[in-house]
C-alpha cells in the first residue's frame, strides 16, 4: 500500500497558515499531486461541533483542562475519520494545526506543562507525527496586530497579552524539542513567496 506524506502549518495567530496552507494546496493540485487540505479543531463534523464549543467566545468558564482534553478529542476523531485514511490511499494531507498547537497553547498559554499535554496528545495520536511540520515563523508584534484587525474574534483571538507571549514561548520550546521535523519559514514576507518556500520543503519530503 501507497503511504502518503502528512504535513502540517503550524504558527502563532496572525501568522497567515491557512492562506498560505490553502495556497500551498491550491499548486500542488495544478502540479497533479493528490493531495487534501483540512484543519484543526474541526476537518469532519463531530470535530467541527468541538471546535464551535472551544472557540466560542462566551465560553469562558472552560477550565484549562477541559479545553486540552477536547482538543485532544476533536485531534482523534479527526485523524481516525480522515486524515489517516487519506494517508493510507497515499494522498498528500496538508492540516493547518496540529498537535503542536496544543503543546504551545495549552501547554505553555495554559501553563498545564508541556510534558502533560504531550503525554495527553501521545495517547490521543498513537505514532501520528507529521512528517513535516512548516512553522511560520512572524514577529510576534506584528502577529497581534493581525489579530487584533480581525472582525469577528474567537475565544483565543481575546486572549490576553500575557497569553500570546507565553504561546510564543511554548513554540520556542516545540522547535527546540522537534527540530528534526520543523522547518521555518519566515511569514513576514508576501504571500507568494511564504507558498513558494513551503513548497520548496514539501516538494524535497514527497520527492
Sequence with gaps: MIQGKFITFEG????GKTTVAKGVLE????????????????????AE????????????AMDARTEALLYAASRRQH?????????????????????????????????????AVYDLNKFAIENYFPDLTLFLDIDEQKGLERISSRENKDRLDMESLAF???VNQGYKEVLRRFAYR??????????DEVIENCLAYILKVIA
Design 12 to 15: 502563532p495567530d496572525g501568522a
Design 27 to 46: 499548486r500542488l493540485k495544478k502540479a497533479g499531486i493528490d493531495c487534501l487540505y483540512t484543519r484543526e479543531p474541526g476537518g469532519i463534523e463531530i
Design 49 to 60: 461541533q468541538i471546535r464551535s464549543v472551544i472557540l466560542n467566545p462566551a465560553n469562558t
Design 79 to 115: 485523524l481516525v475519520e480522515k486524515v489517516i485514511p487519506a494517508l493510507n490511499k497515499g494522498q498528500l494531507v496538508l492540516c493547518d494545526r496540529f498537535v503542536d498547537s496544543s503543546l504551545a497553547y495549552q501547554g505553555y498559554g495554559r501553563n498545564l506543562g508541556f510534558d
Design 164 to 166: 500570546h507571549h507565553r
Design 182 to 191: 520543523i522547518k521555518v519559514v519566515d511569514a513576514s514576507l508576501s504571500i
